[in-house]
Protein backbone atom coordinates (compact mmCIF):
# COMPACT_ATOMS: atom_id res chain seq x y z
CA UNK A 1 0.00 0.00 0.00
CA UNK A 2 3.20 2.36 0.84
CA UNK A 3 4.72 1.32 -2.64
CA UNK A 4 1.57 2.48 -4.73
CA UNK A 5 1.07 5.70 -2.68
CA UNK A 6 4.79 6.73 -3.56
CA UNK A 7 4.48 6.17 -6.77
CA UNK A 8 1.12 8.04 -7.19
CA UNK A 9 2.71 10.67 -5.61
CA UNK A 10 5.76 10.68 -7.80
CA UNK A 11 3.63 10.24 -10.97
CA UNK A 12 1.32 13.38 -9.56
CA UNK A 13 4.72 15.41 -8.57
CA UNK A 14 5.99 14.91 -12.29
CA UNK A 15 3.26 16.01 -13.68
CA UNK A 16 2.59 19.21 -12.24
CA UNK A 17 6.54 19.84 -12.91
CA UNK A 18 5.99 19.05 -16.52
CA UNK A 19 2.26 21.40 -16.38
CA UNK A 20 4.53 24.04 -15.05
CA UNK A 21 7.38 23.81 -17.27
CA UNK A 22 5.09 23.84 -20.46
CA UNK A 23 2.57 26.33 -19.22
CA UNK A 24 -0.11 23.81 -19.19
CA UNK A 25 -1.94 25.56 -16.36
CA UNK A 26 -4.74 28.12 -16.76
CA UNK A 27 -4.00 31.41 -15.86
CA UNK A 28 -7.78 32.13 -16.50
CA UNK A 29 -11.55 30.42 -17.29
CA UNK A 30 -13.54 32.28 -19.04
CA UNK A 31 -17.40 30.45 -19.77
CA UNK A 32 -15.68 27.37 -18.30
CA UNK A 33 -13.42 27.32 -20.93
CA UNK A 34 -9.13 27.64 -19.86
CA UNK A 35 -7.24 30.10 -21.24
CA UNK A 36 -3.63 28.30 -21.12
CA UNK A 37 -0.70 30.24 -19.28
CA UNK A 38 1.66 29.20 -22.57
CA UNK A 39 -0.72 31.10 -24.71
CA UNK A 40 -0.56 33.93 -22.53
CA UNK A 41 2.88 34.00 -21.89
CA UNK A 42 3.93 33.55 -25.71
CA UNK A 43 2.13 36.47 -26.79
CA UNK A 44 3.00 38.51 -23.67
CA UNK A 45 6.81 37.84 -24.84
CA UNK A 46 5.86 38.87 -28.25
CA UNK A 47 4.60 42.05 -27.45
CA UNK A 48 7.06 43.00 -25.07
CA UNK A 49 9.78 42.30 -28.13
CA UNK A 50 8.01 43.95 -30.48
CA UNK A 51 8.04 46.89 -27.93
CA UNK A 52 11.59 46.50 -26.87
CA UNK A 53 12.48 46.53 -30.73
CA UNK A 54 10.61 49.68 -31.42
CA UNK A 55 12.34 51.63 -28.27
CA UNK A 56 15.65 50.15 -29.95
CA UNK A 57 14.75 51.60 -33.51
CA UNK A 58 13.69 55.32 -31.69
CA UNK A 59 16.63 55.31 -29.75
CA UNK A 60 13.99 55.18 -26.95
CA UNK A 61 14.56 53.86 -23.00
CA UNK A 62 14.09 49.88 -22.30
CA UNK A 63 10.89 48.51 -21.37
CA UNK A 64 9.57 49.42 -17.82
CA UNK A 65 8.38 46.96 -14.62
CA UNK A 66 4.39 49.19 -14.58
CA UNK A 67 5.37 48.68 -18.70
CA UNK A 68 5.18 45.42 -19.09
CA UNK A 69 2.56 44.68 -16.71
CA UNK A 70 0.61 46.86 -18.50
CA UNK A 71 1.37 44.80 -21.68
CA UNK A 72 0.60 41.66 -19.79
CA UNK A 73 -2.77 42.83 -18.97
CA UNK A 74 -3.41 43.67 -22.34
CA UNK A 75 -2.62 40.34 -23.57
CA UNK A 76 -5.00 38.79 -20.97
CA UNK A 77 -7.38 41.30 -21.68
CA UNK A 78 -7.59 40.30 -25.37
CA UNK A 79 -7.61 36.32 -24.78
CA UNK A 80 -10.44 36.68 -22.87
CA UNK A 81 -11.94 38.99 -25.28
CA UNK A 82 -11.18 36.31 -28.07
CA UNK A 83 -12.78 33.59 -26.01
CA UNK A 84 -16.19 35.34 -25.45
CA UNK A 85 -16.71 36.31 -28.91
CA UNK A 86 -15.16 32.66 -30.19
CA UNK A 87 -18.08 31.07 -27.68
CA UNK A 88 -20.89 33.65 -28.75
CA UNK A 89 -20.00 32.94 -32.65
CA UNK A 90 -20.30 28.56 -31.55
CA UNK A 91 -23.72 29.76 -29.72
CA UNK A 92 -25.43 31.65 -32.24
CA UNK A 93 -25.28 29.01 -35.71
CA UNK A 94 -26.68 32.10 -38.03
CA UNK A 95 -22.50 32.83 -37.52
CA UNK A 96 -21.39 29.43 -38.18
CA UNK A 97 -19.60 30.69 -41.49
CA UNK A 98 -17.81 33.41 -39.57
CA UNK A 99 -14.67 31.47 -39.04
CA UNK A 100 -13.78 30.77 -42.95
CA UNK A 101 -14.80 34.82 -43.44
CA UNK A 102 -11.49 35.03 -41.10
CA UNK A 103 -9.85 32.54 -42.58
CA UNK A 104 -10.68 33.85 -46.28
CA UNK A 105 -9.27 37.64 -44.79
CA UNK A 106 -5.77 36.45 -43.40
CA UNK A 107 -5.27 34.13 -46.61
CA UNK A 108 -6.07 37.46 -48.91
CA UNK A 109 -3.19 39.00 -46.38
CA UNK A 110 -0.45 36.47 -46.78
CA UNK A 111 -1.21 36.36 -50.66
CA UNK A 112 -0.06 40.09 -50.50
CA UNK A 113 2.54 39.79 -48.12
CA UNK A 114 6.05 39.37 -49.65
CA UNK A 115 6.90 35.76 -49.55
CA UNK A 116 10.37 36.61 -49.21
CA UNK A 117 10.11 38.90 -45.92
CA UNK A 118 7.28 38.14 -43.86
CA UNK A 119 9.19 35.04 -42.27
CA UNK A 120 11.98 37.25 -41.30
CA UNK A 121 10.09 40.13 -40.30
CA UNK A 122 7.93 37.59 -38.19
CA UNK A 123 10.59 36.27 -36.94
CA UNK A 124 13.22 39.26 -35.68
CA UNK A 125 9.99 41.46 -34.39
CA UNK A 126 7.63 38.63 -33.08
CA UNK A 127 10.14 35.56 -32.34
CA UNK A 128 7.28 33.64 -34.28
CA UNK A 129 6.59 31.64 -37.24
CA UNK A 130 4.62 32.85 -39.87
CA UNK A 131 1.86 30.16 -38.82
CA UNK A 132 2.31 31.67 -35.47
CA UNK A 133 1.72 34.97 -36.51
CA UNK A 134 -1.24 33.81 -38.17
CA UNK A 135 -2.70 31.72 -35.29
CA UNK A 136 -1.67 34.38 -32.63
CA UNK A 137 -2.46 38.03 -34.22
CA UNK A 138 -3.81 37.58 -37.87
CA UNK A 139 -6.31 35.22 -37.12
CA UNK A 140 -7.90 36.87 -34.45
CA UNK A 141 -8.10 40.21 -35.73
CA UNK A 142 -9.97 38.92 -38.93
CA UNK A 143 -12.28 37.14 -36.87
CA UNK A 144 -13.19 40.88 -35.03
CA UNK A 145 -13.41 42.40 -37.75
CA UNK A 146 -15.68 39.79 -39.42
CA UNK A 147 -17.92 39.51 -36.00
CA UNK A 148 -18.10 43.67 -36.24
CA UNK A 149 -18.98 43.61 -39.43
CA UNK A 150 -22.25 40.93 -38.54
CA UNK A 151 -23.25 42.72 -35.69
CA UNK A 152 -22.84 46.43 -37.06
CA UNK A 153 -24.93 45.04 -39.80
CA UNK A 154 -27.79 44.80 -37.67
CA UNK A 155 -27.46 48.51 -36.80
CA UNK A 156 -25.91 47.55 -33.47
CA UNK A 157 -22.42 49.39 -31.76
CA UNK A 158 -20.19 46.80 -32.36
CA UNK A 159 -18.73 48.28 -28.99
CA UNK A 160 -21.95 48.07 -27.29
CA UNK A 161 -22.24 44.30 -27.67
CA UNK A 162 -18.39 43.97 -26.90
CA UNK A 163 -19.02 45.45 -23.60
CA UNK A 164 -21.95 43.70 -22.91
CA UNK A 165 -20.80 40.45 -24.05
CA UNK A 166 -16.91 41.12 -21.84
CA UNK A 167 -19.65 42.29 -18.64
CA UNK A 168 -21.77 39.11 -18.65
CA UNK A 169 -18.57 36.38 -18.84
CA UNK A 170 -17.77 34.64 -16.31
CA UNK A 171 -14.19 35.09 -15.66
CA UNK A 172 -11.97 33.54 -13.02
CA UNK A 173 -8.32 34.36 -12.85
CA UNK A 174 -5.38 32.08 -11.68
CA UNK A 175 -1.94 34.00 -10.95
CA UNK A 176 -2.34 37.44 -12.22
CA UNK A 177 -2.37 40.18 -10.12
CA UNK A 178 -5.91 41.27 -11.33
CA UNK A 179 -9.27 40.61 -10.94
CA UNK A 180 -12.50 40.65 -13.38
CA UNK A 181 -14.73 43.22 -12.63
CA UNK A 182 -17.41 45.03 -14.72
CA UNK A 183 -16.13 43.17 -18.30
CA UNK A 184 -12.46 44.13 -17.70
CA UNK A 185 -9.31 43.46 -15.56
CA UNK A 186 -8.94 45.35 -12.32
CA UNK A 187 -5.94 46.13 -9.96
CA UNK A 188 -6.77 43.63 -6.71
Given at each position: MRKKFIITAIILLLIGVSAGIFGLF???????EFVLY???NERANALERFETKNRLVAGSESL????QEEIRKFILQ??????????YVEE??????LKESADAVVAGTLKEADPNVLPQATKEIYGWSVDEFVENVLFWQAFQNELQKVIESDGTSFDEFARMQLNNAQVQLYTVPWKWENGGLSEK
Open positions: PVARVNGRIYTPAENLIAEHVFWQHTALSG
